[in-house]
């Protein structure tokens, strides 16, 4: 591969694999090393694409299996990180934003949500990245929703009653 074409593929893909990792690891530094890794697999494997939407779904979907492979590790099962740590105190703050919310949902919520608002797929697009059928992605979202809802409501009730 030749530089032109990494720095690409760098610049055009970084932060979609590092924002995937992210909601799906709950840490940043974890979400850089899977993005590395990610790049080196397209670097080494250097597979061919029909199209720009074809390759963005190959890189979605090896980094979602890259992040699975990473969770089922023993390493990361017997350690906390300290995004975890801080991230105890911070959910007690007052000003937590939209992102902060859907962290807290469910992983395969989380990443439904994700893949649908902030990247623009289709429920087929995500079923189809996920491997899981249409119907079970619509769940995921709907599930999602309701809990990302509820969860909103609480923390404006809480906001309420402490300023009275």
Avoid at 2 to 19: C, G, N, P, T, W
Avoid at 65 to 94: G, P, V, W, Y
């Amino acid at each position: 591969m030749e530089e032109k074409e990494a720095r690409r593929l760098v610049k055009s893909y970084s932060d979609m694999i590092l924002r995937i990792g992210a909601n799906y690891l709950g840490s940043r530094t974890d979400a850089e090393d899977i993005c590395q890794a990610v790049f080196v697999k397209y670097i080494t494997t250097d597979p061919h694409f029909d199209s720009m939407d074809h390759e963005k779904a190959w890189l979605i979907r090896t980094t979602i299996n890259m992040c699975k492979n990473e969770l089922k590790s023993a390493f990361f099962r017997k350690t906390t990180s300290l995004d975890e740590a801080t991230e105890i105190r911070a959910a007690s703050d007052q000003d937590c934003g939209i992102l902060d919310e859907i962290k807290r949902l469910p992983r395969n919520y989380r990443i439904s949500i994700y893949l649908y608002y902030y990247e623009g797929y289709s429920v087929r697009e995500i079923a189809h990245i996920l491997g899981k059928n249409e119907s079970v992605v619509n769940v995921y979202l709907s599930r999602g929703r309701k809990k990302l809802k509820l969860s909103i409501m609480n923390d404006l009730e809480n906001n309420k009653s402490a300023n009275a």
